[in-house]
């Protein structure tokens, strides 16, 4: 079984909720004796990701066992100004950054005055611009060292060292003001390029606006939160709010309970939920099926890739010999309630080498090896 080795590193300054809602990550966490490649390090956290698909899929198709989907939240090392200088825990935290898939940033979005603020006031923005200049000058340093390599290639006429310094050309001026790489548009091939770079400031980003737990039910109202929000929308990321202690204490509560804690507050899910559901599709990541006999199944995927790379995910020998992929929505599932029903409406379809897996796709590999 091929792993899809993705994670979401979290970060934040001290004091702004960011252990409190990792708590909440590993008290949630995901039952370990299914995954086998799982030696989680003490700073990572495995969750499952939530689906109701799964518990229709099964009504429909019983199988012995439901397994969902997994997804790893990783607590980065604190941070403090001057991280891009080394200072405080400075060159660990960046590598650190390097090392994840996309950036969960968690800022302080209440006011309560038995908690210290680092800077002295509650001010989000402020909170996620310190943080996000140290990345700016960590990424402005890599530009700068590469520039001269690149620029010397790129006089010899050389195609790819002249569309790689257009690049840098880009890139320079936006980070020498404190910007990010992720709020450039770039082209195909450009993104390409930019990719090549792995810079900090590339990665996707979530901003967690830890909001009180009175602003649950309409973290809207929040003034942080909306400045947060509004934020997002000009760094090409994006934003929820959830209130990290509450989720710390719900993650403490039998299944039973949560339901109707949540009721009280008067909120639909747990915003433990919406954080995974938001990391995962940060990620570009979607999910297929496998359905009845000794487990139904949920799998991560990356969108845009084809059959046969999505059936290795399940075993490298079901990519191999790769024959079809007998394959049914789960709208169209759901829909006509049965398989036979499915057959029926014409809705089974036998897909190739060339099909592209949609999200909720119900498949049966047919390889032969």
């Known amino acids: 079984m091929r792993k899809m080795a993705l994670t979401a590193g979290i970060v ?8 409190t809602l990792f708590n909440a990550i590993t008290k949630a966490g995901a039952e370990m004796a299914n995954y086998p490649f799982a030696t989680i390090d003490p700073n990572v956290g495995m969750v499952e990701v939530p689906d109701k698909r799964l518990a229709r899929i099964d009504e429909i198709i019983p199988a012995k066992k439901i397994v969902h989907t997994t997804f790893e939240f990783t607590d980065i090392a604190g941070i ?37 603020s680092v800077t002295g006031k509650v001010d989000p923005v402020d909170d996620i611009e310190t943080i996000n200049l140290e990345l700016s000058i960590a990424d402005l340093d890599s530009v ?23 690049v840098l050309n ?16 770039f082209n195909k091939d450009e993104q390409k390029i930019v990719k090549g770079l792995f810079l900090l400031t590339a990665k996707p980003v979530l901003y967690v606006a830890n909001i009180a737990e009175d602003d649950m039910a309409d973290p809207d109202q929040s003034q942080y939160y909306q400045a947060v929000k509004d934020y997002a929308v000009k ?11 509450t989720e710390e204490e719900i993650a403490e509560l039998p299944d039973a309970d949560k339901k109707d804690f949540l009721e009280a507050e008067g909120v639909e899910e747990s915003g433990l939920d919406r954080l995974i559901r938001a990391s995962y599709h940060l990620l ?13 199944r949920a799998w991560t995927f990356h969108k845009g890739m084809k059959a046969p790379q999505v059936a290795g995910i399940i075993h490298s020998d079901f990519e191999r010999g790769f024959i079809r992929a007998e394959t049914v929505s789960f709208s169209d599932l759901d829909k006509y309630g049965s ?17 592209l897996v949609q999200d909720g796709d119900i498949i049966e590999f047919r390889f032969n090896v």
Request: positive net charge; glycine residues 10%; proline residues 3%.
């Open 170 to 185: 880009k890139i320079k001026p936006v980070l020498e003001d404190g910007g990010s790489v992720r709020s450039i548009d």
């Open 284 to 296: 570009g990541l979607a999910t297929f099926f496998t359905a009845g006999g000794p487990e139904t």
């Open 339 to 355: 398989m036979e029903a499915v057959r029926k409406a014409g809705r089974l379809r036998l897909e190739g080498k060339d099909y």
């Open 12 to 19: 934040g300054l001290p004091n702004v909720g960011k252990s």
């Open 144 to 166: 700068n060292k590469r520039y001269p390599k690149v620029e010397k290639v790129a006089k010899t006429r050389d195609k790819e060292a002249i569309a790689e310094l257009a």
């Open 235 to 245: 760094d090409n990321a994006e934003a929820i709010a959830i209130s990290a202690k």
């Open 80 to 116: 403090v100004k001057g991280a891009s200088k080394g200072e405080g825990l400075g060159n660990k935290f960046l590598e650190n950054i390097r090392q994840v898939d996309a950036i969960v940033h968690v800022v302080r979005a209440f006011d309560d005055d038995n908690i210290t």
